[in-house]
């Protein structure tokens, strides 16, 4: 028996030790929906559209057409139709713009790490190298660049200032540039030329791969848009005679309509899914460059 109560007493230790002891862990902050929808906005290059402008053009873009419909076609349930495809054609434009803007971003990052490593080669230091990029670097990335020297000059800190950029592009690419830059300044070395000129060429490369993926699968995005396109001219022509718009006031035209859509939107979505090269993980965040080598 004094064996059992020893053993308790020493697991309440214990216990109490290990909690008294334990270091709290850091709160974590999840970002609102706001936040989320503005980080996305602004990697689409929108950075002036905040997010209550961009769901109020969605909403009045889906209203718009919803009315057009009423007025020309006459049939509610077309209208309805409308009113759920407008209301998603802001949100298809975004992603486009986001696409295309990576895309320009991924194209111009190879020339700018060698105009980076030509510049460090020649004597400059690191934050005279992306003040240079800033002035005469690509186009694509001359304002990432101002904003690097702009955000460093105020808080003299170039590492934060690379990281900051990391999370308000949030790109993958971005994310093995600064992940390069944040080691390359705070270690330093011989090999930072050397380092560079290797990244400069491993983007070049991936580059090239994605380049050849899409242009062999851009035949399925424009099959995709074509079968996609076909069901909705055949509902527009039907609608427009009045025999027609009568027939979906009805219950039953209201769920052909409505079953049509569904498997016309989940048909798109697929061939989309399986054309379209997916976008790749960021496998570094911000506190995981801050804290592998702080």
């Known amino acids: 028996m004094s064996v059992v109560v020893a053993v308790l007493l020493a697991t309440g230790v214990f216990i109490t030790y290990d909690v008294i002891t334990k270091m709290p862990k850091a709160a974590t902050t999840r970002a609102t929906p706001a936040e989320r929808l503005g980080v996305w906005l602004s990697t689409a290059g929108l950075v002036g559209v905040t997010p209550r402008v961009f769901l109020c053009a969605c909403v009045g873009c889906g209203v ?4 057009l419909c009423l007025v020309l076609i ?26 295309e803007v990576q895309a320009a971003r991924r194209g111009a990052w190879p020339e700018a790490i060698d105009l980076l490593a030509g510049s460090v080669r020649t004597g400059d230091t690191l934050p005279a190298a992306l003040s240079l990029l800033a002035e005469q670097g690509p186009d694509a990335l001359r304002p990432t660049f101002r904003r690097v020297v702009a955000d460093n000059r105020v808080s003299g800190d170039l590492a934060a200032a690379l990281v900051r950029l990391g999370d308000a592009l949030a ?22 030329v050397r380092v560079l000129v290797t990244l400069g060429a491993f983007l070049r490369e991936d580059l090239a791969v994605r380049k050849e993926i899409i ?17 909705v001219l055949v509902l527009l022509m039907v609608a427009s005679r009045p025999q027609g718009a009568n027939a979906f006031e009805s219950v039953a035209g209201a769920i052909v309509v409505t079953i049509g859509g569904a498997m016309t939107l989940v048909g798109y979505r697929l061939m989309v899914a399986i054309g379209r090269l997916p976008d790749e993980p960021r496998v570094l965040g911000s ?5 592998t080598h702080a």
């Open 171 to 192: 790109d993958p690419v971005t994310d093995r540039v600064v992940a390069t830059l944040v080691v390359a300044h705070r270690v330093g070395g011989r090999d930072l």
């Open 74 to 99: 006459g049939s509610a349930t077309v209208a309805v139709l409308g009113l759920v495809a407008a209301s998603w054609a802001p949100v298809s434009f975004v992603q486009r713009r986001r696409r």
């Open 287 to 291: 506190s995981a460059v801050v804290g």
């Open 215 to 231: 242009a062999r699968q851009s035949w399925t995005l424009v099959a995709a848009r074509v079968a996609a396109s076909a069901p």
């Open 64 to 67: 718009a057409i919803a009315a």
